[in-house]
């Protein structure tokens, strides 16, 4: 087993507590470094983990669901790490002034099961999606890719877009929403970004000339936001608003016409765009992709779709570049999530009103 001198991280948990990153402070932990940048960075810490898939213990994650929403939990580890995110997912939230998606997590210790790091993950899980997205498009699109349709203009909306514009090269955006204010939202967000954006007046006129396209919608419905009459050839599909069950976005035609990826084949065959194929549907696991193990795209006039749930491995990478960062840049705070015993058999002595409180290490700010 490690110690706490060989460990730094579980050195400071030892001496201060759990780091806590609140989400004014993930926010603003962004804004220090750029959304571009935090948005590269997590692609290439996703990255990173995909290419050592087989040193994961996987799961497909465990779902509560109710007529309104899901709520979720998402979890991994390796021999080091282990990681979960709480999730929901009620696209009724807004009525009441709340998101669509909230989440937080923790990134902990394998060895003494010590919780090391506690952070939002609303904002994160933004990122991490869109940096997913791109790191799929960027493997599976054919690389002249310019031009990105946007069907859905919420709040992943203006991070997909910009991971596209840094990490994949989207020059152009032409985006559809049902909701023409979330359109106007999205249009004032990106303002100053570089990218060209025309506002469209259906999914069909967004669609036409992308190369891309990329549909985040939220309805939990089996939609049909894309038909088989608006795909060209050598088009990519970024897929990623169906992320449950009884909730898609492309009909079945197009699956079976195009080459599809997924994350982790045993919680997108619940949860994915094929959810109502057979069994034996042909799809293909990203990381055999990053891994050099399997193709990718075989052609220009191939249509690839890269079918996005959003998997645990996505959140242990982000937790992982948050954390890091966290510490880098001199933010956050201790917390006392665990209590801290002078004998840690005696917890019950905890409880002796002269004895010190349980937990009572000093909250403090961390030195940059």
């Not at 009724?92 to 394998?110: H, Q």
């Not at 090391?116 to 498009?137: I, K, Q």
């Not at 939220?218 to 897929?239: F, R, S, V, W, Y």
Request: charged content about 20%; aromatic content about 6%; overall charge negative.
């Amino acid at each position: 087993m490690k110690n706490a001198v060989q460990n730094p991280d579980l050195a400071r948990f030892v001496e201060a507590g759990t780091l806590y990153l609140s989400a004014p402070e993930a926010a603003e932990l962004v804004r220090r470094q750029g959304v571009a940048a935090c948005i590269e960075a997590i692609a290439a810490h996703i990255r990173a983990d995909f290419l050592r898939w087989a040193d994961f213990d996987k799961t497909a994650r465990v779902a509560a669901h109710s007529k309104d929403g899901v709520i979720e939990l998402m979890p991994v580890a390796d021999d080091h790490r282990y990681s979960f995110k709480y999730v929901n997912g009620h696209p009724g939230n807004t009525r009441f002034g709340m998101s669509t998606v909230m989440a937080f997590g923790v990134l902990a210790d394998v060895d003494t099961g010590a919780p090391l790091f506690l952070s939002e993950l609303t904002l994160t899980t933004a990122l991490r999606t869109a940096a997913m997205s791109a790191l799929a498009a960027k493997t599976l699109a054919r690389p002249d890719s310019r031009v990105m349709a946007l069907i859905g203009n919420g709040a992943q909306s203006e991070f997909q877009a910009l991971a596209f514009q840094h990490l994949v090269g989207i020059t152009t955006l032409r985006v559809y929403d049902v909701d023409p204010a979330a359109s106007a939202k999205l249009v004032a967000n990106l303002q100053g970004s570089g990218l060209q954006i025309t506002v469209c007046q259906s999914t069909a006129q967004a669609v036409r000339g992308a190369d891309i396209v990329t549909t985040v919608t939220a309805d939990k419905a089996m939609a049909l936001i894309l038909t088989p009459e608006m795909i060209q050839p050598g088009m990519h599909l970024n897929a990623v608003g169906g992320d449950c069950p009884g909730k898609t976005e492309l009909h079945g035609d197009i699956l079976d016409a195009a080459k599809v990826f997924v994350e982790y084949e045993p919680q997108s065959r619940v949860e994915g765009e094929i959810q109502h194929k057979d069994a034996d549907f042909a799809v293909t696991e990203l990381w055999q992709v990053l891994r050099g193990e399997r193709a990718g795209r075989d052609s220009a006039q191939q249509v690839t779709v890269f079918d996005s749930v959003g998997f645990a491995l996505e959140d242990f990478s982000a937790l992982r570049f948050m954390m890091d960062s966290a510490l880098r840049l001199g933010m956050g705070e201790r917390i006392a999530l665990i209590p801290q015993l002078a004998n840690p058999k005696n917890l019950f002595g905890s409880l002796n009103a002269s004895a010190p409180a349980a937990g009572a290490r000093r909250t403090v700010r961390l030195a940059a």
